[in-house]
């Protein structure tokens, strides 16, 4: 076989992979977005049935995804994001969801619940374990860890240093207060029936979001890929805490 034969021949196999990698991609493609316009769309269903506000913002490499409402008279808003994908399949971005409802006569300080499933759990732990000339920095980067796990509002959230509180009686669940006091036991143990029975928080089957419950809002926090079941349960769990801890 002479060189210019073996030329084109290899010229022609080359075109053809070509072509099939072209073509699978053009069908991975398209397969994402019928899976990411679906996703959406289930969204969209589930906020009209609870007459929610819901609107999706899409661009190359992010999400958001955006709710508002009212629910059993508590007012709420809740975001999530995803990053790090593309602009039609977000299977391996990086998910935050926030929901956050504002508290008048909230508790008079605060306190974060978290499941031995949640992506916080045991943090602090964990700076503790570290050699003490690590323990400082280690400790600010949990901090900036809460803050970007619960937003703006827990800039002041200091889970290294902050005391687990005792006796709420939830098997995989850890509070923890700045202070474990008096105070604190008596908030655990007044939002613990709550998070006995909310499927948010006993589903094994889910991740548990992290619970923080501040003196003027009740905030969420979770990571997964966004869906309708969650949601709902995020904001049945928010808005059951948010009317617990204002019934005093």
Known sequence: MSDNLLTVVGTVVAIAALGVMVAGGVFFWRMAHRIQASTAS??????????????????????EDHWSGTTDGVAWT?????????????????????????????PPSALVAVHERSALDGVDDKVKQLPGFMQGLASAAIDHVASEFFGPDAADVDLSSWQVVEGHGIPGVRMLARTADATSRALARQVAPVLQREPAMVDASSTPPAVLMAPDAVHLAWRSQPSAVDMERGVALGVALARALTSR
């Open 42 to 63: 289930a969204l969209q269903a589930s906020a009209e049935a609870h007459g929610w506000q819901f609107r999706r913002h899409q661009e190359i490499g992010l999400i």
């Open 78 to 106: 809740s975001q999530h994001r995803g990053v790090g994908g593309n602009q039609n399949d977000d299977s391996y971005a990086r998910h935050t969801h926030r929901w956050r409802a504002a508290l008048v006569g909230g």
